[in-house]
C-alpha cells in the first residue's frame, strides 16, 4: 500500500499540469477566435464600404462627367482593394506584409474617396441630390464603422499575442502553432494633415 501512495501523488501531480495546460489551451482557442472573429466583423466594414462606391460613382457620373479620371481613379483603388481582401486570410494575419498590403490598398480606396468627394463639393446640385447625400451618408457611416472595427481587433490582438507571449503559453504556442497576430497600424504620413486645394 505504501509503495502506491507515491504514484497516486505523482498521477494527482501530472493530471493537475494537464488540467491546467487544458485549461490554458483552451483560453488561447477562446482568444483567437475572438480575434478571427473580429477580422470577419472588419471585413465586412470594408465590404460594405466596396459595395456603396459602385453606386456612389454613378451618380456623380452624371453630374461630373469631366471628372473621369477621379472616378476611374476611386474604380480602380476598390478593385485592388477588393482583391487584396479577398487574399487576406486569417492565416495571414500573423503576416505583418500581408496586413501592410492590405492597409496599404484600403488607404489607397480611402485616399480616392476623399478626392471624388473634393470633386463632388464643386458641383452644387448634385450636393442637393437626396440620393446622392444617402449615399454620402451612408459612407461616412461605413468610414466609421471601419475604425471602431480596425480598433477592437488591434485590442482583441493584443490579448491574444500578451496571452501567446506569457510563461507557460509561450511554449505551448509554438507546440500547438499559435502565432503572433499583426495589428492595424497608421498609414504612413498619416500624422500630417491632408493639403486640399481647389
Known sequence: MKKFIPLIVILGIIALVVLSLTGQYNKVIGLQEGVDGQWANVENVYQRRADLIPNLVETVKGYAEHERETLEAVVNARAKATQVTAELTPEAMNDP????????????????????MVVMEQYPDLKANQGFLDLQAQLEGSENRITVERRRFNELAQGYNTVIRKFPMAMLAGMFGFEKKAYFEATEGAQNAPQVKF
Open 97 to 116: 506584409a500581408a496586413m501592410q498590403k492590405f492597409q496599404a490598398a484600403q488607404g489607397e480606396l480611402g485616399s480616392a474617396l476623399g478626392r471624388l
